[in-house]
């Protein structure tokens, strides 16, 4: 039998970098003695390996009407609110793929997972939210968005039900609003871990001027601090605009008077090209100074960068989410977007409770134990204030491509660390 499921994905690809940011511009990117024993250590999350892949579906694979559509018929019921029309329809309606595929292989017959429509806003979160509650929803998971994260989560606490929402903004999170998904804290901090092992000690950073360079800013200064090295200098810079920032910094990251051993540079894959031009274009050496950033490099399209070479950035490692793509496909006749795990990982996770926790399955002190739950992006765990950390492996970018040099771990360290 699989343990316990549910959790986030491997490679971000530039729809899912571009889903980041724009979730971020949306205003986000267990009781008793169940708690003193909890979830098994990295409760497993991935499908029975008994399970074929044309396993028979309950629903058909081609999209349903948005409302009114159930996944099972079994007495635990769980609420699945995306986007399935309006803004998002396209990543909500590959989502409810993914959770479809999950019930398939998780062979957790006494779930029902009760799907709502949210039309790609708050209002209709809110409306979602309450429809949920109404059919016994249990638990909520989803929306995608921040604002509707926000509005589902009021509705949700009301009525004393937990959410994991999709969002990649951590100011939604909240005790009993968890987020699984790719937060930048975790990343930052894994990057700034490696390089700290490494002998890095001074760190400078080239940081756009959106939502998401915003949130980065922010924990790449708390993580440095933490890890006790400094900030040399940090530089913004308007999107698509980095030549005067990147001049700017270059008394700090060139030459052999560089006061920084380490450039933060966390850009999409759209825009990396333009900030790695501008600094070979100053005499950048990523020999002298290495670059590091988030999840957002792991594309292929961007390891031929002269100013990269060299450079290393964290991200879920990609076996996971290589296999669950390929099973999706088999199923669904399409490459999910990177962010479809992030559902599927969240009814593993639910149906896997469900089996082992009984009425507790969906208490706070389940939700968040810290040994946490193995999924397809591989170990991940719920922290009590709402925001999720994840085992990351950190990437190296040498001739062309992107080569694990410190593998994700298997066990997370302590809680916040």
Request: hydrophobic residues 45%; aromatic residues 6%; charged residues 20%.
């Amino acid at each position: 039998m699989a343990r316990p499921t549910g959790a986030p994905v491997g490679r971000v690809t530039a729809l899912s970098a571009v889903l980041c940011s724009a979730l971020l511009s949306l205003g986000g990117c267990i009781g008793g003695d169940v708690a003193r024993r909890g979830p098994s250590p990295r409760a497993a999350i991935a499908p029975p390996t008994d399970v074929p892949r044309d396993a028979p579906s309950l629903a058909p694979s081609t999209p349903m009407a948005a409302s009114n559509q159930r996944i099972g018929s079994g007495s635990v019921k769980v609420a699945l609110v995306l986007p399935l029309t309006g803004q998002g329809a396209a990543v909500g309606t590959a989502m409810r793929n993914a959770a479809q595929l999950a019930f398939d292989e998780s062979q957790q017959l006494d779930l029902t997972i009760v799907v709502e429509d949210d039309h790609g806003s708050p209002d209709g979160a809110r409306e979602a939210a309450q429809e949920a509650v109404r059919k016994g929803a249990e638990i909520i998971l989803g929306p995608v968005f921040a604002g509707s994260v926000q509005a589902a989560a009021s509705v949700a606490k009301a009525a004393g039900k937990p959410v994991i929402g999709f969002s990649t903004d951590a100011t939604v999170a909240a005790p009993n609003v968890y987020l699984l998904s790719f937060l930048p804290q975790p990343e930052v901090d894994r990057a700034v871990e490696d390089s700290v092992v490494g002998g890095k000690r001074s760190f400078a950073a080239l940081i756009p001027e959106t939502a998401y360079g915003n949130a980065v800013e922010a924990a790449f200064r708390e993580t440095v601090a933490r890890r006790g090295a400094r900030v040399a200098a940090v530089e913004r810079y308007p999107a698509g605009n980095p030549g005067p920032a990147v001049e700017r910094l270059a008394r700090v990251v060139n030459g052999p008077g560089a006061t920084a051993d380490a450039l933060f540079i966390p850009e999409t894959a759209e825009a990396l090209p333009a900030v790695a031009a501008a600094l070979t274009k100053t005499g950048f050496s990523p020999a002298r100074v290495r670059p590091i950033g988030t999840a957002l490099w792991n594309e292929p399209s961007l390891f031929a960068l002269p100013a990269l070479q060299g450079g290393r950035f964290a991200a879920p490692d990609r076996g996971g989410f290589s296999s669950f793509s390929g099973r999706y496909q088999a199923r669904f006749g399409a490459v999910p977007p990177r962010v479809a795990s992030l559902a599927y990982d969240a009814v593993m996770l639910a149906a896997a409770l469900a089996r082992q926790y009984g009425s507790q399955r969906f208490a706070e002190p389940t939700l968040t134990n810290p040994a946490g739950f193995a999924g397809v992006d591989g170990t991940f765990r719920f922290r009590p204030d709402g925001q999720s950390e994840r085992s990351l492996a950190v990437f190296e970018i040498r001739n062309n491509a992107a080569t694990v040099v410190s593998p994700a771990p298997r066990v997370l360290g302590k809680p916040g660390i």
